[in-house]
């Protein structure tokens, strides 16, 4: 059995969460707070869903669209995983961290 939704409903800055980036890359729908770090990465209504922080009345309504959507939890996941792909793969961060000493 395996997850087919991840939620970070954080409300304070974590820079960008890389659990969001493994979830995308995983081909996990997404549920997150809407501030800096999480929504560079999630794109509502594309790869997951965006959440004001500390509304667990957002929170609920979009775990429960997910589970009563297989097939949004799977456009969501399939879009993530090309979006961590154009935008987040390895070689990618490599050169932009390498840029930055040079």
């Known amino acids: 059995i395996f997850s087919n939704i991840v ?3 954080t ?4 820079g960008i969460p890389k659990v969001i980036i493994e979830a995308c890359a995983s081909t996990r729908a ?3 707070s809407n501030i800096a770090g ?4 999630i794109e509502d209504n594309f790869n997951g869903i965006l959440i004001e922080p500390k509304n667990s009345n957002q ?3 979009a775990i429960v ?9 799977h456009k969501y996941g ?7 792909k154009s935008k ?3 070689d990618i961060i490599n050169k932009q961290t390498l840029g930055l000493y040079k």
């Open 65 to 73: 669209k997910l589970l009563d959507s297989p097939n949004l939890r």
């Open 7 to 9: 939620c970070l409903p």
């Open 30 to 32: 997404v549920i997150s």
């Open 59 to 61: 929170l609920a309504s």
């Open 88 to 90: 987040f793969s390895l």
């Open 11 to 14: 409300f304070y800055g974590e």
């Open 38 to 41: 999480c929504k560079e990465i």
């Open 78 to 84: 399939s879009n993530g995983r090309k979006l961590v």
